[in-house]
């Protein structure tokens, strides 16, 4: 009977792919994990063979580890929002 109740009380984490914000290469909707930081990062965005550079550049001293929430670079606030809460991330406005 233990095992059943420690069955019933599991809860499922939500996990997704997370990696460094100059190592993102596919579109979607990523969040920085430490600031919250929302990145919709559009095909246009992302480094294609015609081009050697990334259109979108940021600069800091710290490299930006990032969550992706979702594979549409355009959904909207709310459901990042949610999505975030779920893995235990938060979203700065």
């Known amino acids: 009977m233990g095992a059943a109740r420690k ?15 100059d190592q993102i290469d596919s579109p979607g909707t990523y969040v920085e994990n430490r600031f919250g930081t929302i990145f919709r990062m559009p095909e246009d965005a992302l480094p294609a063979a015609r081009r050697r550079k990334r259109r979108q550049g940021i600069v800091c001293h710290e490299l930006w580890t990032v969550t992706r929430l979702s594979d549409d670079p355009f959904i909207p606030m709310s459901k990042a929002r949610r999505l975030a809460t779920a ?7």
């Open 7 to 21: 069955l019933a009380t599991f809860v499922p984490v939500l996990s997704r792919p997370t990696c460094n914000f």
């Open 87 to 93: 893995l235990g991330l938060l979203i700065s406005v």
